[in-house]
């Protein structure tokens, strides 16, 4: 199977669906001048012409443009630059895109996408490295996904860009230039279907996003002590996959969940109350929660260093519960 970058196959994804669908426009900054900040729009504009278009620098307006071009029948992509400027535009996101199929009685949709480059990068300071992906975990109206590689990468997308509801596309900055398979022609992955990626008896591995790069890491060193983890790779945040989560956790007894964002009130809190509450008498030891300490991310190198995921802690905090 051929190999491509996570940037490449977002861009793959975005040009077969605007092929697919006149509907669908792309704006935000520097996306036509720059190709995307990251090179995730290069050459889009040279095919597709003013449906990729450059605004000013205003997330207000791009999100709230969008939603009016949503309601009318359109089907908008708002590009955020990095996922840390969505606060800009919050209230277009949780008081209007959000609610507004359900205060219409489901008479209209909100058929838009905000794609929203996050996660640690290299010294790129607390205004530009965060992972916010929990905050609209809490906004009921919104879809929300996190893929882990190029094939994830590609089908999600074109999943949310086919979705009647709005879809927050979080794609982390380092992956873009991960390479991975891709099949050739339709890739294609439903919204609120997790994958175990392996299978294993002693532990449920469960992350997403860059998190999944830790996972695996973990994984190799528990199994020079013959611990098998179980990883399950969630790729949508909400709805989240919760039939996954619990057979999985029933058959293997344990549970830890590892992420890039802060571990208070994060994604793996969500996950171990719901554990707990449907599944507590499968369970045979303390569910663990890794993620970032609760600082905003610091700029130093070394510091920056010591705010990232440690693999062999991990691995440690999970030998300790499974003796």
């Known amino acids: 199977m051929r190999q491509i970058t996570f940037s490449q196959a977002t861009l793959e994804a975005m040009a077969e669906e605007m092929r697919r669908d006149e509907r669908i426009f792309v704006i935000g900054e520097d996306i036509v001048r720059q190709g995307g900040i990251f090179g995730q729009f290069k050459g889009l504009p040279d095919e597709f012409g003013d449906r990729i278009m450059d605004t000013p620098i205003s997330e207000t307006a791009i999100v709230g443009s ?83 590689n190029p094939e994830d990468a590609k089908g999600l997308l074109k999943a949310a860009l086919r979705d009647d509801n709005p879809v927050i596309y979080f794609e982390n900055k380092i992956l873009y230039r991960e390479s991975g398979p891709v099949p050739d022609g339709e890739v294609f992955v439903p919204i609120g279907k997790a994958k175990v990626v392996k299978e294993g008896k002693d532990i449920t591995l469960i992350s997403y996003s860059i998190g999944m790069k830790t996972a695996y890491e973990v994984e190799k060193l528990l199994e020079k002590d013959g611990i098998e983890a179980e990883i399950i790779d969630l790729r949508t945040l909400v709805p989240y996959d919760r039939d996954t989560i619990l057979n999985s956790v029933k058959k293997t007894h344990r549970l830890a969940i590892v992420h890039e964002a802060v571990k208070q009130g994060g994604v793996g809190s969500e996950i171990a109350a719901f554990v707990a509450e449907e599944a507590i008498e499968y369970l045979d030891a303390p569910i663990l929660r890794f993620g970032a300490p609760f600082t905003p991310v610091p700029f130093s190198p070394p510091l920056e260093n010591e705010y990232r995921m440690k693999p062999n802690k991990i691995a440690e905090a999970i030998r300790k519960v499974i003796k």
């Open 66 to 148: 969008c939603i009016g071009a949503a309601l009318a029948g359109m089907r908008p992509v708002a590009d955020m630059h990095f996922a840390d400027f969505m606060g800009v535009a919050m209230d277009e996101i949780f008081n209007q895109m959000a609610k507004i199929r359900y205060m219409f009685g489901g008479q209209t949709t909100v058929p838009m996408v905000i794609r929203a480059p996050d996660g640690l990068s290299l010294s790129a300071a607390a205004q530009h490295s965060q992972s916010i992906e929990a905050w609209f975990m809490n906004i009921p109206g919104l879809k929300v996904v996190s893929p882990s």
